[in-house]
């Protein structure tokens, strides 16, 4: 009798797919000034990875080590791009704000950045709590700890989701209407999270993949010089294959 190789078939792993967003979001200004613009970005980035994290580990093997290591990397990645923004605002950005405003929009403004401190804060201690999940998942490689680390991303993500759609409805319009080029320029040109030159193009590539076309040429326009040309030249081919190692599938568009 002839012995036959049976393969094990390839698993793919299901993405759920998001619909692109509008050219232009309804709720957006015609002439968004950049910080405005630059939150509205990175809200979003941090959304759709949080909520695709928690879909992705619920099909997550149990006991595989590279695909576990995969997903909780990613999950510390966008913690911690997260952590720096709310930072970056809390130490830059709000401080701006209340110094631009007139006298007479001072407390509306600071009543809505004293709720915003608050909501981070507890954010933030979540995002650490995802991180001892992630660990506690990468060490036992169970399905209990994949499905804690699973729901901590999903409660993370709807946290997530109504402080910063609270956020875009009583600060953003703020930033647009009182905050110059001239207080904004000087706060970006700080605000480095410290990343590999590696990551940097992940995450441009993740704020660039829901991106309407007036944010994607403002958020190239602000990007280094070197960091425009490397995601010209091979940065979109890996932040592709990256996505697919992660999702299982290329990125949306």
Do not use: N
Not at 112 to 120: E, G, I, K, Q
């Amino acid at each position: 009798m002839t012995a036959t190789a049976v393969r094990s078939p390839v698993v793919r792993i299901p993405v759920p797919r998001r619909p692109a967003a509008p050219a232009v979001p309804p709720d957006r200004a015609a002439h968004p000034g950049r910080a405005a613009a630059y939150q509205r970005v990175l809200h979003q980035l941090v959304r759709r990875e949080l909520r695709t994290l928690a879909d992705v580990v619920s099909w997550a093997p149990d006991a595989e080590c590279v695909r576990t290591g995969i997903l909780t990397c990613h999950a510390g990645l966008v913690a911690r791009v997260l952590l720096h923004h709310h930072a970056v605002e809390r130490e830059a950005v709000w401080p701006a704000l209340l110094r631009a405003v007139p006298a007479t929009a001072r407390p509306t403004a600071a009543v809505a950045v004293a709720d915003w401190t608050l909501s981070c804060a507890r954010i933030d201690a979540a995002l650490r709590d995802l991180d001892t999940a992630a660990r506690q998942w990468a060490v036992t490689s169970s399905g209990r700890a994949r499905d804690s680390f699973g729901r901590a991303c999903r409660a993370l993500a709807d946290d997530v989701a109504a402080q910063t759609a609270e956020e875009e409805r009583t600060l953003l319009p703020l930033l647009d209407a009182h905050l110059t080029e001239a207080d904004w320029t000087p706060i970006i040109r700080t605000a480095r999270c410290g990343l590999s030159g590696r990551q940097r193009l992940l995450v441009l590539g993740l704020a660039l993949e829901d991106c309407c076309a007036g944010d994607r040429a403002r958020l190239l326009l602000g990007t280094p010089r070197g960091t425009r040309l490397a995601w010209r030249v091979y940065g979109g081919g890996r932040y592709r294959a990256a996505i697919v190692r992660l999702r299982g599938a290329p990125p949306a568009r």
